[in-house]
């Protein structure tokens, strides 16, 4: 990570008001779609938002899931995506401080589906990692990342991150962290060399995998 947590939560608090806007291009607009159309969250699954900002993932997933838990490490974020889903009387999401290698689930959630878009990249490979670790330790049958990544060699001339403050991986990177933690990448979406979500399914809910004792 090149800055620390409280750099990077000073950084998006200040900016909460305009981040919308900030991120209205079509790189993000598509990621997030897909995001949200890959988790596919029923009416009885509880998602995990992690990242979540102004809720551009948690307040649409609210339509169709049970339950939504949206986690970020700045406050300024989190109040205005409480302010939006109350503009919209959005009662089944709930926004507070957590961060991806500290989710603060409540207790009494089981988390089916975790999602992020747009937020993993601010760690090293190391640490999203262990990131990613502690995702699959939830048990989640699913597990959906958007994010700025490297489908090849990023053109320094028009990179679609800050390399002062970015830290983006390579799809290979992230495939690997997903499989080594029990997902199987079930979709890869390139939305530009520099922006994609990936899918991950974990491995035991996947239609066919047979349980220990080899039964269906």
């Given at each position: ?12 608090s ?8 900030s ?24 998602v ?44 089944n ?10 989710p ?44 700025v ?33 029990g997902?199987?990448?079930?979709a ?29």
């Open positions: 990570m090149k800055k620390s947590l409280e750099e990077h939560a000073e950084r998006f200040e900016h909460a008001a305009d981040y919308d806007e991120q209205d291009s079509p790189e993000y607009r598509a990621a997030a779609d897909l995001v949200v159309g890959h988790a596919d969250a029923g009416s009885d699954e509880t995990l938002d992690l990242g979540t900002g102004t809720g551009a993932i948690a307040l649409p997933l609210a339509e169709s899931a049970g339950r939504v838990i949206g986690r970020d490490i700045s406050e300024g974020m989190l109040d205005r995506a409480r302010g939006k889903a109350a503009e919209r009387g959005v009662e999401v709930a926004f507070g401080e957590g961060r991806f290698r500290d603060n689930v409540p207790e009494d959630a089981d988390v089916d589906v975790v999602t992020s878009n747009f937020a993993m990249h601010h760690l090293g490979d190391d640490e999203k990692r262990e990131a990613i670790a502690e995702i699959a330790a939830l048990e989640p049958r699913r597990f959906v990342l958007g994010d990544l490297f489908f090849g060699e990023p053109d320094p001339d028009d990179p679609f991150y800050s390399p002062e403050v970015d830290d983006p991986a390579t799809v290979g990177v992230l495939a690997d962290a997903f499989t080594d933690t997902f199987a990448v079930t890869v979406e390139m939305v530009s060399d520099q922006v994609g979500v990936l899918v991950g399914d974990r491995i035991e809910d996947r239609p066919g995998i047979e349980d220990p004792e080899g039964e269906p």
